[in-house]
């Protein structure tokens, strides 16, 4: 295994990137070419993901599919940026060997909150989805129940438009109503 930790602290290109170990991808985003480490996900994490996983399953129409923890191509730089959304919303039918998801495939993303990536989730990454032009981008907090959905104006480009959810259900752009509960 190689100490993915000791790579040399210059700033990563994607093909650095996708030259890395799979274990580095299973842990790590590319973000403007530094490599960020994430931890595992909690177990309540991890069932609100499996929870969310099904009922995206049960709502999407013919054509999409969705998956948790797939690469997605932000930007190719340089600096590069490859995050790692929980769950990802895309066109079927991609090939099985891409490295990585590109955004004009991408419907939308889900991130779920944990204590350790609420500013990231709720600050970075709004950011990286809308300049990937990501039509929308949903932020799930577990421990209120509560979501807010990111959407991007009608002419794609960005920022979101945001809007706050008290109750556990939210329509999602071409996908429908979803709910946490």
Avoid: N
Wanted: net charge negative.
């Amino acid at each position: 295994m190689t100490d993915f930790l000791a790579w040399p602290r210059a700033v990563l290109t994607l093909e650095d990137w996708e030259a890395l170990p799979d274990e580095v991808h299973r842990r790590c985003e590319l973000v403007e070419g530094t490599l960020l480490v994430t931890t595992s996900p909690a177990l309540g994490h991890q069932r609100v993901l499996r929870r969310l996983l099904r009922r995206l399953e049960d709502a999407l129409p013919d054509g999409l599919e969705v998956l948790p923890g797939t690469e997605l191509l932000c930007d190719a730089g340089p600096p590069a940026t490859v995050r790692r959304p929980d769950l990802a919303v895309f066109r079927a039918g991609l090939p099985d060997r891409m490295p990585h998801l590109l955004p004009p495939d991408v419907v939308g993303v889900v991130e779920v909150l944990s204590p350790g990536t609420r500013r990231t989730d709720r600050v970075a990454k709004v950011y990286d989805y809308a300049e990937a032009g990501v039509g929308w981008y949903l932020v799930v907090d577990p421990d209120c129940a509560a979501m807010t959905l990111f959407v991007l104006p009608a002419d794609g480009t960005g920022p979101y438009d945001c809007a706050e959810r008290d109750e556990p259900v939210v329509e999602l752009p071409g996908v429908g109503a979803v709910s946490l509960g």
